[in-house]
């Protein structure tokens, strides 16, 4: 599985019957949905988990999957939780998951190349597109644009791994 998107990690037992405690990167949506995840261990061993049960417990998630069925074996899983995009759930009308905004070139409306998105990051307001490009000086750099439709996102064609932005180079 080479499509595979990290989503969190484990974080020991909870209880004696094989639940897992799961620390999400995100918010879990992806995790809650989707039924078969790839723990990937501390040696880097890779294990498909088929879910049985998914709940929210405080800041964090437990899950239980088959095969693990004492507090021992829930306390050995110990790694990365991922999931292969193949299994992501849809997204919904108009909307589309940060992992595959990263790597799309971001243009402006004027179809400037500004660069492209090397990661989603946030400023507690709202989501960020952190964009690399080459600067003046042919060094790399970076710039942050707000995720905010209708003001600076003008479309995204995941199709096409194009993102159009109302920004101008002189902004960077």
Not at 17 to 40: C, D, F, N
Not at 41 to 51: A, F, H, M, Q
Not at 79 to 103: E, H, I, N, T, Y
Not at 137 to 157: C, Q, R, S, T
Request: aromatic share 8%; with cysteine.
């Amino acid at each position: 599985m080479d499509d595979l998107v990290e989503l969190g990690r484990t974080a020991g037992a909870y209880g004696f019957r094989g639940w897992v405690r799961i620390v999400p990167l995100e918010s879990g949506e992806v995790l809650q949905k989707a039924k078969t995840w790839v723990l990937t261990d501390l040696k880097g061993v890779r294990t498909t988990l088929s879910i049985e049960a998914f709940r929210r417990h405080g800041d964090g998630f437990i899950a239980k999957w088959a095969g693990c069925e004492t507090k021992e074996a829930a306390d050995a899983a110990r790694g990365r939780v991922s999931v292969s995009r193949a299994d992501f759930p849809d997204a919904g009308k108009d909307a589309v998951w940060a992992v595959d905004l990263v790597g799309c070139k971001v243009v402006n409306k004027e179809g400037t190349a500004l660069g492209t998105v090397e990661s989603i990051g946030s400023n507690g307001a709202q989501d960020l597109l952190v964009i690399a490009y080459d600067n003046a000086d042919g060094k790399k750099a970076v710039f942050m644009l707000p995720l905010v439709k209708d003001v600076y996102l003008i479309a995204i064609d995941t199709d096409v791994r194009t993102i159009t932005v109302d920004w101008q180079p002189d902004w960077r």
